[in-house]
């Protein structure tokens, strides 16, 4: 499927807020992810704080957890829906002043020199541009020498292995088509081109993990399937095992600059 222009989530903010982080299915993205960050930016608890770029924050949860922690943080989305919402979120948390919003393209943010970041947050973000290949590239130009980019996209071996369980051959056979007004983008992504994306950037995979290894898989809930806790327990626990991690329904990467 072709995308003609970045998707703007005007209309889907109400959804994503209800479908995704209404759910346990965000609370086990924002918990893995958390997990890799700090793993990998250990002072984000600690008092000296950094420059962060969250670049299609969505609603906020970690501009706002960030902001709170005492960062210097930057918030921006295509969506003024989502903005909004991420903005009430901060004003319940009491840090909307400590967060600067923009709100439009991403191609944007380079011309407004708001400086180099030490740490870049872009998540579910890519498979929804008209030009994917570009973003890496966007952001590196914004990335602080010693910087990370933290990056998150929809896995197309998920999305293929799910219909394969579901009997859904014609679907696997067929060239994907997401459904109007639905929250699977219309083109996810294999890892292996993602990952080259970033070795043309001239960047170096520090962490790979995947987010939800088998919670979207399971069709009859038993056993500790019932117990959200339980659950991600052990998606942390498989996120960053082979081969579990390359079936998440979404790749988290932490990159680097090359020296």
């Not at 579910?124 to 966007?138: C, F, G, K, R």
């Not at 993602?194 to 056993?223: C, M, Q």
Request: glycine share 8%.
């Amino acid at each position: 499927m072709t995308i003609t222009e970045d998707r703007n989530f005007d209309d889907l903010a109400d959804k994503f807020a209800r479908k995704v982080y209404g759910e346990l299915k965000g609370d086990i993205r924002l918990a893995v992810i958390w997990r890799d960050l700090l793993a990998a930016v250990p002072r984000l608890e600690q008092s000296k704080p950094v420059r962060i770029l969250d670049v299609g924050g969505g609603l906020g949860q970690f501009a706002v957890r960030l902001a709170g922690l005492g960062h210097h943080v930057f918030y921006n989305d295509l969506s003024g829906n989502m903005l909004a919402a991420a903005e009430a979120h901060a004003i319940e948390e009491g840090v909307e002043e400590k967060i600067k919003w923009y709100q439009g393209p991403y191609q944007e943010l380079p011309d407004k020199l708001l400086g180099q970041f030490d740490l870049i947050l872009c998540h579910a973000m890519i498979e929804w541009l008209a030009q994917p290949d570009q973003l890496i590239l966007h952001l590196k130009s914004m990335l602080a020498a010693e910087g990370l980019l933290s990056l998150t996209f929809y896995n197309k071996h998920s999305l293929t292995y799910r219909n394969l369980i579901r009997g859904n051959f014609k679907v696997v056979q067929a060239e994907f088509k997401a459904y109007p007004g639905s929250l699977t983008p219309g083109t996810p992504l294999h890892p292996e081109t993602v990952l080259n994306w970033a070795k043309e950037a001239n960047l170096e995979i520090l962490n790979s993990t995947g987010i939800r290894v088998f919670h979207d898989y399971v069709s009859t809930p038993r056993g500790g399937h019932n117990d959200p806790k339980a659950v991600i327990d052990m998606e942390l626990e498989h996120s960053q095992l082979e081969p579990y991690k390359w079936l998440g329904r979404y790749i988290h990467l932490v990159a680097g600059q090359v020296d």
